[in-house]
């Protein structure tokens, strides 16, 4: 890569919007440390209960006591630290509110444990809304307004990822904060049902929020023949619709996770396999889930490069990297 792209990415602050790879490899933490990789949402919960995921937290406060790599991340300075130090700062996230199940109150005890993104839901219905692949989205419930209200007043950012459409728009109108869509591209990019339709994104921007383009293979229109060209392609038709000061990157990383990972997060409410919405047949371990050029954080500086290769100055191309979710983290992590 050129030495001026390679300046750009040392100088930027790096941060991966959601990864949810396998914890338990020490190659995941490998390549983040090759790829000079700042801080990540690490999903901690998808379809756990409160005692599955307070089980894993447990774990996650292990990691932190003996990994000398990572940092746990709790506020903005931590973000900072981490770079200093040469480690990847972790911030502990869940892609769906079913660790608080009916208690609003577990909201704040998590925070006390570091959580600080939170998705409202996960492919379906649970008790704050619906999900992307849910048959009927009835909207936000009146727990979900409440949850979302009790996030806004503690600190924790609203992620709104796999969330249905109706329950997408309640949940940017009710909240008071910013809130994030940390891993997906436009649907009329890409028509997934995973991706947002332009109401949402607009909406979203308009509050101050921050979309993370998604390198995931499925949300591209090339699929799994796409390359990292296709991936720019995603952040420049994002940074066209909503501008540049709302856009960041997400990757959905799934770095060596086992077939039974799969089968759980694509079962029906984490349980029926296969489920209504997902093809039980996929060989999920044979497929390469990110573009060519960007399979793993150590490649993450071609990012750089390519941005730079599309036009991007070094102000915007730090945006990208990382400059949009920081400053949607210290704006929204201190209410």
């Known amino acids: 890569m050129s030495s001026e792209a390679r300046r750009i990415y040392d100088e930027a602050v790096v941060i991966d919007g959601l990864n949810v790879s396998n914890w338990e490899s020490d190659a995941v933490f490998e390549g983040l440390r090759a790829g000079d990789v700042t801080a990540i949402n690490a999903t901690v919960a998808t379809w756990e209960n409160f005692s599955q995921t307070m089980a894993h937290l447990a774990v996650w406060m292990r990691r932190f006591r003996e990994r000398d790599d990572i940092l746990q991340v709790k506020e903005t300075e931590d973000i900072h630290a981490a770079r200093r130090l040469g480690k990847t700062g972790i911030i502990l996230g869940f892609q769906n509110a079913s660790p608080i199940e009916n208690e609003l109150d577990r909201l704040g005890l998590f925070l006390a444990l570091g959580v600080r993104v939170i998705q409202l839901t996960y492919h379906e219905t649970n008790l704050l809304g619906s999900g992307c692949w849910e048959r009927n989205d009835a909207g936000l419930s009146n727990f979900g307004v409440d949850a979302v209200r009790e996030m806004n007043q503690l600190g924790i950012l609203i992620d709104l990822s796999h969330v249905g459409p109706r329950t997408t728009l309640e949940a940017i109108e009710t909240s008071e904060q910013p809130v994030a869509i940390t891993h997906a591209n436009a649907r009329s990019f890409c028509g997934h049902p995973r991706n947002k339709e332009e109401e949402a994104l607009t909406a ?5 929020g921050v979309v993370g383009a998604t390198s995931f293979a499925n949300f591209l229109p090339k699929g ?8 720019v392609d995603a952040i420049d038709d994002m940074v066209e619709r909503i501008g540049i000061d709302h856009v960041a990157f997400g990757t959905d990383s799934t770095h060596d996770q086992p077939l039974e990972f799969w089968h759980y997060i694509v079962s029906q409410q984490g349980t029926k396999f296969p489920s209504t919405f997902a093809d039980g047949s996929v060989p999920y371990t044979e497929l390469n889930f990110q573009p060519k050029g960007m ?15 599309r036009g991007y100055g070094a102000e915007d191309i730090g945006k990208l990297l990382g400059g949009n979710w920081l400053r949607l983290f210290e704006r929204v992590w201190n209410p």
């Open 295 to 309: 399979e793993t954080p150590a490649e993450f500086p071609n990012l750089a490069e390519a941005l730079a290769g």
């Open 224 to 231: 799994f023949d796409s390359t990292l060209e296709d991936f």
């Open 204 to 208: 979203l921007a308009e509050k101050g």
